[in-house]
């Protein structure tokens, strides 16, 4: 596999080759799975597509998470989208961004119907108990691994510990943001006059289609206007629904674009605008909502869709996805365009140098966030070595990891 230098962000060439159908089913069967919250997700769809397919490098991994860092919405979504904008341009992101939110979509609308209806959430307990040390297990061996190619001397190993220290002690909305921009900060004053020495080789480059700008551009222009003029476009009978479906897309896609930090950190600010001002939960449902979206794989941020369904119903909940999702989708997807274009500069290479330990001390850290979460008991702590064991030296599909471990969860605390 022909790339460029380690050092200028390469693109392999076999991004070029891989099938629309493919990414989009490998998403679909990597978003049936992954439960765990943001980095879990990611480690997955690491292991799938750097590890078994190789067909990115850890490189595009990294650097998809700082930059999904620095911008709103769900950090595991914006990730993803930008690995399927990296792979096949704009139809990859769109295909990439359905896959691996169908599956949690659909099981989220069973869910949320299934609550209303009854008025109880299912006992999952025990097959979770069986989840979250093979998840832990899971992301602990993707940060080896990313460790081992990434950190390359002294400095970049104080970055990567440093990282890990603060996400494990300091709470707060903008301490993810913090670590990122502190780590490019380093990178740059640590490594500017080597990479200014060392100019990027490019032996190949992709450029997504010509039309990529009037797409993204006809797809916001036609969005907001639908939204605008929704009310005016429905007939009579229809026109309270459509008032309400029209403050549902406002009052998401404004959140999608205020909120950093990834899922568990905004809960509260989730909580304030639904519960307290808007009212359109109780704090008992609400609470309810982001269990059930614990209890789906994928992005945490599906339970808005649990919050669409109490509001207007199916469609409520269609709405409420979309414009939770999209919004800072295509924000990433601008952003990955310009990263392309300004990742050869020594100034941005020095940077990410700086950049991508951190990003791997953030890994080491969710792994401490996710164990927590797991049975204290010895059973736990010999599934979580015995999967990190067979994820590190046997080519596994992780896939089909965690729904085992989580069968076997059912067996082992049942």
Do not use: C
């Given at each position: 596999m022909n790339v460029m230098h380690h050092n200028t962000m390469a693109i392999p060439?076999?991004?070029?080759?891989?099938?629309?159908?493919?990414l989009f089913f490998q998403m679909l069967k990597i978003g049936a799975v992954s439960w765990g919250g943001f980095m879990a997700l990611i480690s997955v769809v690491q292991k799938h597509f750097v590890e078994?397919?190789?067909?990115?490098?850890?490189?595009?991994?990294?650097?998809?998470?700082?930059?999904?860092?620095?911008?709103?919405?769900?950090?595991?979504?914006?990730?993803?989208?930008?690995?399927?904008?990296?792979?096949?341009?704009?139809?990859?992101?769109?295909l990439a961004m359905a896959g691996i939110l169908l599956p949690s979509f659909v099981l989220m609308i069973v869910l949320s119907w299934g609550y209303f209806?009854?008025?109880?959430i299912p006992a999952v307990s025990s097959f979770f108990k069986g989840v979250y040390p093979a998840i832990?297990?899971?992301?602990?061996?993707?940060?080896?691994?990313?460790?081992?190619?990434?950190?390359?001397?002294?400095?970049?190993?104080?970055?990567?510990?440093?990282?890990?220290?603060?996400?494990?002690?300091?709470?707060?909305?903008?301490?993810?943001?913090?670590?990122?921009?502190?780590?490019?900060?380093?990178?740059?004053?640590?490594?500017?006059?080597?990479?200014?020495?060392?100019?990027?080789?490019?032996?190949?480059?992709?450029?997504?289609?010509?039309?990529?700008?009037?797409?993204?551009?006809?797809?916001?222009?036609?969005?907001?206007?639908?939204?605008?003029?929704l009310p005016l476009l429905c007939p009579m009978s229809l026109h309270q629904e459509c008032h309400?479906?029209?403050?549902?897309?406002?009052?998401?896609?404004?959140?999608?674009?205020?909120?950093?930090g990834g899922g568990y950190v905004v809960i509260p600010v989730l909580e304030n605008v639904f519960v307290h001002h808007l009212g359109w939960l109780t704090i008992k449902e609400f609470a309810d909502g982001i269990a059930l979206g614990q209890v789906t794989p994928g992005p945490i941020f599906i339970s808005a869709t649990f919050i669409g369904y109490k509001v207007a119903g199916f469609w409520g909940a269609v709405n409420a996805?979309?414009?939770?999702?999209?919004?800072?989708?295509?924000?990433?997807?601008?952003?990955?365009?310009?990263?392309?274009?300004?990742?050869?500069?020594?100034y941005l290479r020095a940077a990410f140098k700086g950049l991508r330990p951190a990003v791997i001390g953030m890994?080491?850290?969710?792994?401490?966030?996710?164990?927590?979460?797991?049975?204290?008991?010895w059973i736990s702590g010999v599934l979580?070595?015995?999967?990190?064991?067979?994820?590190?030296?046997?080519?596994?599909?992780?896939?089909?990891?965690?729904?085992?471990?989580?069968?076997?969860?059912?067996?082992?605390?049942?």
């Open positions: 060439v076999k991004e070029r080759n891989m099938a629309l159908t493919h078994r397919e190789k067909v990115i490098e850890d490189d595009v991994v990294l650097d998809g998470i700082a930059l999904a860092s620095m911008l709103p919405g769900p950090m595991a979504f914006n990730v993803v989208t930008f690995i399927g904008y990296r792979l096949r341009g704009l139809k990859g992101a769109f209806t009854y008025g109880h832990a297990a899971i992301i602990l061996a993707v940060a080896i691994n990313m460790s081992r190619k990434n950190i390359g001397d002294v400095y970049q190993g104080l970055i990567a510990i440093t990282a890990f220290v603060l996400l494990i002690w300091v709470k707060g909305v903008f301490i993810t943001l913090m670590v990122i921009i502190g780590g490019g900060l380093l990178g740059m004053v640590i490594y500017r006059k080597k990479m200014s020495g060392s100019p990027a080789v490019i032996l190949e480059k992709r450029e997504p289609g010509r039309n990529t700008w009037a797409v993204l551009g006809g797809i916001v222009v036609t969005v907001a206007l639908l939204v605008m003029f309400l479906q029209q403050k549902i897309s406002m009052v998401f896609s404004g959140l999608s674009l205020s909120l950093f996805t979309l414009f939770i999702f999209l919004p800072p989708a295509l924000l990433m997807i601008l952003f990955s365009h310009f990263l392309e274009k300004v990742k050869h500069s020594p890994i080491f850290s969710a792994v401490v966030t996710i164990a927590r979460g797991a049975d204290p008991g979580f070595l015995l999967i990190l064991f067979v994820v590190l030296y046997y080519k596994i599909n992780v896939v089909y990891v965690i729904p085992l471990a989580g069968l076997a969860g059912l067996f082992l605390f049942g």
